[in-house]
């Protein structure tokens, strides 16, 4: 059916044509797909003699892409066609012409080109394969060229590429964040980069690619209309562009240690169906012998977690990427087992606490979602939307136990000693209060969002746009607590509060938005590529949201003892749990916002960044009116209304050009932003529902308005394959809203009340370069270096002190440097260096100064040994300096390695995990600043071996439709 539309709308392209002609594609003979530039030669049959010749060139068919050759020719005649390109075998097909009369044209069927292999004897060749290279504006990563451990995933190949970094999710590109991540050009995953980067396997990838590609407002208008973004085009080898593909691992492991996780794939050029699914209880371990941003501690993980994920997707794509349907249906579910040990010291004016605290949580979550999305582009129109549902639920316990001291306490073992019945009078006098919590939750969210999109090309050279968006969301969310909170005072008051508290959280909130927008072309000068649009909008938002939180002092209830309740229990009668609620601690809330934005923005254009260099200025000048109507209970009715306007400008300048020397890359922006407090912290009222954390409102706010400029620049040459970026911040605050607390050391209790505070900046600057070191380019150096200065106000008073706030200034200067050695793809070897500067310093009395290093060495490697063995193994030594508290003065060694095994023509893979070899992994985090000092242990995974079982597939389209060739196994 595919060829016979093919032909038929080819010849409708052609009807007019007089001369008699025939016309056909030439295509991969595994994949099928169009061979762009193959040469085809019309040959005479009888000596093989060359008549005319030509090439496959792209033509555009009712919309369609394909790559076809064409010769006039005789009827009634009879022709030899070859058939060559590089790296194929040459074919031949002879055509007999045979057309009726008034007919001008004949399709010749698709000739199909097999790749073409030679097997050389006695030939040594000893090459380096190169890892990037720039074509046009686009800088391309060859994947093949990069030594990856087996089972490796997505992220850890994007870790390899020179230049490349991830961290937290970000992945940056010679210093350039990179706003999404493609499949094939297409937004597969919709815009979750950790599901592709978690997902796809490494060893489907064929190319990478960096480029700034249009958006859909380029697309529509068939200009530059300045919404590029940054983005990662993972392309995969061709054997995986047609059939399926499955990637299954199983492992088990000491301690109770399991994972497994399934990758599926049925993807032709046009369609998509894709299954996803994980489950383990080790937690997000990096895979041995992968080198990538050190930390600067080892990560434990934070307690003992099972995750269990399933996702199905559908994914239809049309003629062009904004012609779409897609539709998917997910479940996650998270079981975590967390217990903390803690140790905090807190810098107070006349002497400082000492806390120890012991907590345990258990907490289970499950969610389900499911989506469609569509997209379509009638004439000079796009039409689009997005309709999602989700629905979760979680619940849990936990127990905490905890203790305030003013002095130093000798060792956490105090801890158990200060919950003893008999606990000793001098124990008793150095505590300052003790809390005991048990506590259980649960709770449920139903969420629903529906969003659509209009474009419309207008003018009659279709240099105008009108479009119009709109959206919808509605959720609910309903959470219950129940709490037995105890807490004994054991200061100068020495006094009790046993409390067993039952709260409701009931939430809804109702969001509508519809907005308009039209951008009118000013200046058209296609000879110096130059364009300058006008964009006024408008915008409004409605959104409704009402809140309700009852808590009920089950402790209060008639006849009420401790023994006959327990946890999670309520009155049986429903008058008596409505008597003892906690009215000046519960409240409801009413607020309905009305946001108007009234915008301006204007888009100049000089250069296409290719052909010359491009020069781009945009602005946005928005408007903004806000009313806000406040409807709250608490004791007493509040009633408050605020109408508010601000004006947000942003502008920003860039230079980019990219050709085939390079690309040279320069931006600056200056954007300013306005806060309001929230109308709740503008009414007098004290929330004491903890009595050792209060709240106060504060009347008296005022708006906060932040200043932010940067700049960022970065170049690449080809012919050196060097990169190098920079990069300068500052953000400043006039009235940041921040929270002073007010403590009082003969309780314990801190009393918080948001307040406007002047004086906090900052100032950031940032620099990397990346170079190979030799001309085989095995040898690759790479550098990033990042510095911050803050200058903060520090709110923390001592009730009954007379402080005066001070500022603390820090700095934290932060270079990691990594140096990578590749031997082809048997051997890829590394080390990283990551060594990190804090200080922090204050004029104010009693103030414990930070002057610290944090030093990180880590040496990996990717080896292949002898029997197809393959060794991933990476060593980190982690050492911290000059800290005041000398247990944090320390170092830890930690070891991981990975031995792999492909059998069955790499089909099978055994793999044997080791994590934490040498038992050296620490859970203790340390934390210092200039409010105190805080050490906290965290139970973790212990070191395990684990044994890995994985198995790949892939069944690929032959040349013929009857034909199927198993990649991974025979049929």
């Keep these: 059916m595919r060829r016979l539309l093919f032909l038929f ?54 919309g369609w892409k394909v790559f076809v050759y064409q010769f006039d020719v005789d009827n009634d005649s009879t022709y030899l066609l070859r058939c060559s390109s590089l790296g194929y075998k040459t074919a031949y097909r002879r055509v007999t012409v045979r057309m009726a009369n008034r007919v001008n044209e004949q399709q010749i069927d698709d000739i199909a080109l097999q790749p073409d292999v030679h097997t050389l004897s006695e030939v040594v060749v000893k090459a380096t394969k190169i890892k990037m290279v720039m074509r046009g504006d686009t800088l391309v990563y060859d994947a093949s060229a990069l030594n990856l451990s087996e089972g490796s995933m997505l992220d850890a190949l994007i870790r390899q590429m020179p230049g490349t970094t991830l961290d937290n999710g970000v992945i940056k590109v010679n210093g350039r964040a990179v706003s999404s991540l493609l499949i094939d050009g297409r937004d597969f995953f919709k815009g979750d980069m950790k599901k592709a980067l978690e997902n796809l396997p490494a060893f489907t990838v064929d190319k990478v690619k960096a480029y700034d590609k249009q958006g859909q407002e380029s697309r529509l208008m068939g200009r530059d209309m300045g919404d590029k973004s940054y983005v990662l ?189 008999d606990a000793g009078a001098r124990l008793l006098k150095h505590a300052i209060n003790r809390v005991k919590n048990d ?25 105008d746009e009108l479009s119009f968006n709109g959206s919808f969301d509605y959720g609910k969310t309903t959470n219950d607590l129940f709490a037995m909170n105890s807490i004994d005072y054991l200061g100068t008051e020495d006094r009790q509060d046993h409390r067993y508290q039952y709260s409701q959280t009931p939430d809804r909130h109702l969001n509508m938005e519809a907005s308009a927008l039209y951008a009118c072309l000013l200046v058209d000068d296609t000879v110096g590529l130059n364009s300058l649009y006008l964009r006024p909008s408008y915008s409004i938002r409605q959104s409704y949201d009402n809140t309700r939180y009852n808590l009920y002092r089950i402790d209060q209830v008639e006849g009420y003892r401790e023994q006959d309740y327990t946890l999670g229990m309520l009155p049986s009668e429903r008058q008596a749990l409505l008597a003892a609620l906690d009215n000046s601690n519960s409240y409801r809330s009413t607020m309905h916002t009305t946001q108007q934005t009234a915008e301006t923005s204007l888009y100049f254009s000089h250069g296409d960044g290719t052909a010359k260099p491009q020069l781009s200025l945009s602005a946005r000048l928005p408007l903004e009116w806000k009313r806000e109507h406040l409807g709250y209970f608490r004791n007493k009715d509040y009633e408050k209304e605020r109408h508010t306007m601000f004006f947000n400008p942003t502008v920003d300048l860039r230079y980019q050009f990219n050709d085939s020397t390079g690309t040279r890359y320069v931006e600056c922006s200056y ?64 009235n940041a809203l921040a929270s002073a607390v007010v403590y009082d050391k003969q309780t314990g209790v801190t009393t918080t009340q948001q307040t406007n505070v002047n004086g906090n900046w900052s100032v950031s600057a940032g620099t990397g370069f990346s170079t190979p070191l030799d001309k085989a380019t095995r040898w690759r150096l790479q550098n990033d270096l990042f510095a911050n200065f803050n200058n903060s106000v520090d709110l923390t008073t001592v009730e009954g002190v007379d402080n005066q706030r001070s500022k603390v200034r820090s700095w934290e200067v932060n270079d990691q440097l990594q140096l ?40 990996g490697t990717n080896v292949t040994m002898p029997w197809g063995l393959k060794l991933s193994t990476d060593i980190t030594d982690y050492r911290r300096m000059g800290y005041n508290d000398e247990q944090m003065n320390r170092s830890e060694l930690v070891w991981n390695a990975r031995l792999s095994k492909k059998l069955m023509h790499d089909r099978l893979t055994f793999m044997l995990d080791a994590y934490d070899i040498l038992g050296n992994l620490n859970s203790t985090t340390l934390v210092l600043n200039e409010q105190g000092r805080t050490e906290t242990w965290t139970n973790s995974i212990p070191r395990y071996l684990m044994l890995h079982v994985a198995y790949k597939l892939t069944l690929g389209m032959a040349a013929s439709k009857k034909d199927h060739v198993w990649e991974g196994g025979d049929l």
Aim: hydrophobic content about 30%; overall charge neutral; glycine content about 8%.
């Design 233 to 421: 085009d993972v392309t995969l080898k061709r054997e995986y562009k047609h059939g399926l593909l499955a990637n299954a691992d199983v492992a088990g492991g000491t301690n109770n240690r399991y994972a497994a996780r399934l990758f599926s794939m049925y993807y032709t050029p046009k369609e998509r169906l894709t299954l996803t699914g994980s489950a383990n209880n080790v937690g997000d371990t990096s895979v041995p012998g992968e080198s990538g941003s050190i930390s600067s501690a080892p990560d434990a993980g934070g307690g003992l977690t099972s995750v269990r994920n399933l996702g199905v997707e559908y994914r239809r794509d049309g003629k062009t990427e904004d012609n779409f349907f897609t539709t998917s249906l997910g479940y996650a579910s998270d079981d975590n087992d967390t217990r903390t040990r803690t140790t905090a010291q807190t810098f107070l004016s006349g002497g400082d606490t000492y806390r120890l605290d012991r907590n345990a949580t258990h907490n289970v979550s499950r969610q389900w979602s499911a989506d469609a999305s569509f997209g379509l582009t009638p004439t000079h129109q796009m039409l689009g939307g997005t309709l999602s549902g989700a629905y979760s639920r979680n619940h849990g316990d936990g127990d905490r136990r905890s203790g305030l001291f003013g002095s130093k306490p000798d060792g956490d073992a105090i801890l158990d000693s200060l919950f003893m019945p």
């Design 820 to 859: 990578n050695y590749q031997l082809d793809t048997r051997l890829n070897a590394f080390a990283e260096c990551r060594v990190a500067y804090h200080n922090a310093n204050s004029r104010r009395r009693d103030f414990q100064a930070v002057d610290a290093w944090d030093c990180n060495l880590r040496l």
């Design 671 to 734: 954007s300013t932003s306005q806060r309001v407090p929230e109308l709740s912290t503008l009414l007098d009222i004290r929330d004491d529902a903890n009595p050792l954390n209060v709240t106060l409102g504060n009347p008296n706010l005022k708006k906060a308005r932040s200043h932010n400029v940067n700049l960022s620049a970065a170049l690449f040459r080809l012919s050196t394959q060097r990169m190098m970026n920079f990069s300068l911040g500052f953000h400043t605050t006039h």
């Design 439 to 463: 506590n259980q939750f649960h709770g449920n969210s139903y969420n629903a969002s529906l969003s659509l999109y209009d474009r419309l090309r207008l003018g009659n050279n279709g240099t």
């Design 9 to 62: 709308l080819f010849s409708l392209s052609f009807l007019s044509a007089a001369a008699r002609h025939i016309v056909g594609r030439v295509v991969d003979g595994k994949t099928h797909e169009d061979l762009a530039g193959a040469v085809v030669e019309l040959l005479n049959p009888r000596d093989s003699s060359v008549i005319k010749s030509t090439t496959t060139t792209e033509r555009q068919i009712f």
